[in-house]
Nanobody, 123 residues
Framework: QVQLVESGGGLVQAGGSLTLSCTAS????????MGWFRQAPGKEREGVSC????????YYADSVKGRFTISRDNAKNTLYPQMNSLKPEDTAMYYC????????????????WGQGTQVTVSS
């Protein structure tokens, strides 16, 4: 059974930083692209970032470029999105996802999802 478990969310002031993590089990982790998505109340799920299985290429939404970075440790089956210079508009539930294909910001390309971790940025 595939499980993706996110952690590291919380409340942070605008301008602050958070490092999330997502640990995967039940799949061959180094065969999957890993992505992060977010969904704010009343809004559609948005692709935030993605990293290919070998880290060779990454995707970032325009809204987070220059502020967020993503990395992975295949030995630990863990994904590490680093979020800097956070803004109130970054407030959302953040989800980890796995795709056997390449990287993209399209939710339909990802077959496995975590339960999410809440990030709240206060102004």
């Amino acid at each position: 059974q595939v499980q993706l478990v996110e952690s590291g969310g919380g409340l942070v002031q605008a301008g602050g930083s958070l490092t999330l993590s997502c640990t995967a089990s039940g799949l061959r982790y180094d065969g999957y692209a890993m992505g992060w998505f977010r969904q704010a109340p009343g809004k559609e799920r948005e692709g935030v970032s993605c990293i290919r299985w070998n880290g060779a290429s990454t995707y970032y939404a325009d809204s987070v470029k220059g502020r967020f970075t993503i990395s992975r440790d295949n030995a630990k089956n863990t994904l590490y999105p680093q979020m800097n210079s956070l803004k109130p508009e970054d407030t959302a539930m953040y989800y980890c996802a796995a795709s056997y294909g390449g990287c993209s910001g399209v939710a339909g390309s990802f077959g496995f999802w975590g339960q999410g971790t809440q990030v709240t940025v206060s102004s």
